[in-house]
């Protein structure tokens, strides 16, 4: 059945925009879904599709890591000092101004104005256009300053810049991508994105080794290669969802003509999108800045917190999963004046998500070697990271349950309180980690307790952020 189809329309979306007023148009089958559907079961089915997303940029990191090692240790060191950067730009486009779409598009679409949804797919075109040009010029220009501070000299150099050069260039496909991705993802269609993302990182998978190391009439690009792989198949990927919002089997229409830019339709992706933006940020630099103080304690503690970390890496985009339903959810439902709905989807959507980071954090805490094992055989980094995995695993479902509600506070248009329990996650971390090291000595133990106790801020924060919000007062009738 089409997504255009079935009955009823409400009448206000925000008091910030205003909109012509339309004849009333069906409500599609899948926002229907959204607003009456079975709340956990709802959730599951459009969390399921997600979970590929999670295993397809795994994946790619993975299997960058395979091809460009072979290169040789100077490649492979190089292009690590640029993908932290490339992450950043996939996590902005993804969570954070990606959820400013999601969210803004739900609500226009809870609140029965399909015509301001179209608009908004709109903005976030131009959007897309927007943050890869600011991303483009500013890490281009800075690239090789930041990679020298870093410690890259020489071929490591060379490498990092070579990658850089080709991946920065082309940000565009991927906030191209993330964004058109995440305004079908407003609409409640997460399976199509989610092949989109999985068919493009099998692409770049299968194309980048021919491009690094040549192949026939194709010469060998060495790291600029990885760059050029995921370049070309993130930008296919975005013709694909370009099309599709083109198409009439898409709930909202992407058209060029006739949409005049307003700002008030782009503050509606941003109010969320901003703070999505600081809150990647919090999160990126809360690892950078603990693994600082980790060397303070050796290079084994270091190397064994950065490889027990980077679990985290992985929990984030299962929360992306669960995240984006729980948006597309929350966000229609308090579009459509739905209130008690909407917060009941939040606590359930954190309680599932609360749960599988649980589980994940049990198993890693009962059995730390076996993750450990993955990055290196050296006894004293796995001990120290077997001890973070055993202090921390069990705190990870408190995480997950944060980052969920986080998400839910995108749905309701309103995350300031949740980005600063984030920050605050960040601040309570570092501060308990210099008392746990340079007053009470404590050693790696207390570092890996304050960085526990952090986790534990963030949720209860994030939970104190839920109750805040308050149900819009009924605009007045005209």
């Not at 695993?393 to 986080?406: E, R, T």
């Amino acid at each position: 059945m089409s997504d255009r189809s079935i009955a009823n329309s409400l009448p206000t979306f925000s008091p910030t925009v205003a909109t012509r007023p339309a004849a009333a148009r069906p409500v599609a089958t899948r926002t229907k879904l959204l607003l009456e559907g079975p709340i956990l079961s709802t959730l599951l089915r459009l969390a399921a599709p997600n979970v590929l997303n999670l295993l397809a940029i795994a994946g790619m990191i993975m299997f960058d890591g395979l091809f460009l090692g072979r290169l040789g240790p100077d490649a492979l060191a190089g292009v690590s000092l640029a993908f932290p950067f490339v992450m950043l730009i996939q996590h902005t486009a993804a969570s954070g101004m990606g959820g400013g779409v999601s969210s803004a598009i739900a609500r226009a679409l809870g609140a029965g104005k399909r015509d301001v949804a179209d608009a908004l797919a709109f903005h976030a075109f131009v959007l897309a256009l927007g943050l890869a040009a600011a991303f483009s010029a500013v890490l281009l220009i800075g690239a090789p300053f930041i990679f020298r501070a870093m410690g890259g000299h020489g071929e490591m150099l060379s490498a990092a810049l070579a990658y850089a050069s080709v991946a920065f260039s082309g940000a565009v496909s991927i906030c191209m991508l993330n964004l058109l991705g995440s305004a079908v993802r407003g609409t409640g269609n997460m399976s199509l994105p989610a092949g989109v993302i999985v068919g493009s990182v099998i692409a770049h998978v299968l194309i980048s080794p021919l491009l690094i190391f040549g192949w026939g009439p194709l010469p060998a690009l060495g790291p600029a290669g990885a760059g050029w792989g995921l370049t070309i198949s993130f930008g296919a990927g975005s013709l694909v969802l370009l099309a599709y919002l083109r198409s009439s089997r898409s709930l909202v229409t992407l058209a060029f003509r006739g949409v005049p830019m307003r700002w008030a339709l782009f503050a509606e992706i941003l109010k969320v999108g901003v703070p999505g933006l600081i809150n990647v940020i919090i999160t990126n630099l809360s690892v950078v800045l603990l693994t600082g103080i980790a060397g303070h304690l050796g290079r084994e503690v270091a190397i064994g917190y950065a490889m027990g970390a980077r679990l985290e890496y992985i929990l984030i985009p299962l929360a992306f999963g669960f995240g984006t339903a729980i948006v597309a959810m929350v966000g229609t439902n308090w579009g459509a004046k739905q209130y008690d709905r909407a917060y009941q989807i939040a606590w359930t959507g954190g309680a599932i998500q609360g749960a599988a980071c649980a589980s994940i954090g049990v198993v890693v805490a009962l059995f730390p070697n076996s993750w450990m094992g993955l990055f290196t055989s050296d006894d004293e980094i796995v001990r120290v990271g077997a001890l973070y995995l055993q202090i921390v695993g069990p705190i990870y479902g408190l995480y997950g349950l944060g980052m969920a509600l986080y998400f839910a506070t995108q749905g309701f248009g309103s995350v300031i309180w949740t980005v600063t329990a984030n920050a605050v996650r960040l601040l309570v971390s570092l501060g308990c980690a210099l008392v746990a090291i340079t007053w009470l000595d404590l050693g790696a133990a207390g570092f890996f307790v304050a960085i526990a106790i952090g986790f534990c801020a963030y949720a209860a924060l994030t939970a104190a952020a839920i109750l805040r919000v308050r149900k819009p007062s009924a605009s007045p009738t005209k």
